[in-house]
């Protein structure tokens, strides 16, 4: 089976633009969550989804937002994007909500500029 | 809120050597406890995690952790390291309902021949 898979795997944007990066999770695996991590730091928290509805959000601005599609993938949407937001975007995605095992995907690594 | 404190960034060890990587961890609810570990070029990838039960968790692969509660602390080791253990560790947090996840800022672990 294959594993979480996300594209673009890499994007330049330049500042005040907009992004939205894609994330399929492994088949069966009706939850997703992104995650933020900077250079340097560990993943940060964005949101949760599960079944089309947002289980938990982490502390970012209302630029973020996030849906879950019917076939259970996910698109992260960023505006206005600032140079802060360069960044590598994890997604990860497990059974359920309440399941630890997550797994996550290779990432797409945002530059901002 | 939780957060989560690796104090070492990098660890440079000698291959066979035996190693440890600090955690530490505050929070304000019951948590249960995670190693990610992300080898050059991968994904994050589950290591071993302290649910319940017995303080002493073991990995495949030869690392353990032991959660210490009066220390608020998640510790991994291993005896003897190998020149593959090279890679970068994080350790986290996760609330009891699952839906977050705070990750350290990372150990990058340095196996020298």
């Known amino acids: 089976d294959a594993g979480v898979t996300q594209s673009p795997t890499h994007l330049i944007k330049t500042r005040g633009q907009q992004v939205t990066l894609r994330c399929s999770p492994i088949?069966?695996?009706?939850?997703v969550s992104w995650y933020q991590q900077v250079l340097g730091q560990g993943p940060q928290f964005i949101f949760q989804?599960?079944?089309?509805?947002?289980?938990g959000r982490g502390n970012f601005p209302d630029r973020f937002s996030a849906r879950q599609f019917p076939n259970y993938s996910s698109e992260l949407n960023v505006n206005a994007l600032l140079l802060g937001d360069s960044a590598l975007y994890l997604c990860?995605?497990?059974?359920?909500?309440?399941?630890?095992?997550?797994?996550f995907g290779p990432g797409t690594r945002l530059t901002v500029t | 809120a939780q957060s989560v404190t690796q104090l070492d960034s990098q660890v440079p060890v000698f291959e066979e050597a035996p190693v440890e990587l600090r955690c530490n961890y505050s929070?304000?609810?019951?948590?249960?406890l995670f190693w990610y570990v992300q080898y050059p070029n991968q994904g994050l990838q589950l290591l071993l995690k302290?649910?319940?039960?017995?303080?002493l968790v073991e990995s495949i692969n030869g690392f353990e952790a032991e959660f210490n509660k009066s220390q608020t602390s998640f510790h991994l080791r291993k005896p003897s390291v190998h020149i593959s253990d090279t890679a970068e560790y994080f350790c986290?947090?996760?609330?009891?309902?699952?839906?977050?996840?705070?990750f350290g800022s990372g150990t990058k672990l340095n196996v020298k021949p």
């Open positions: 990860a995605s497990s059974l359920s909500p309440t399941d630890y095992e997550q797994y």
């Open positions: 088949s069966g695996h009706k939850s």
């Open positions: 989804y599960y079944e089309k509805e947002e289980r």
């Open positions: 929070s304000s609810v019951s948590v249960y």
């Open positions: 302290y649910l319940s039960g017995s303080t």
């Open positions: 986290a947090v996760s609330p009891y309902n699952f839906n977050k996840f705070y």
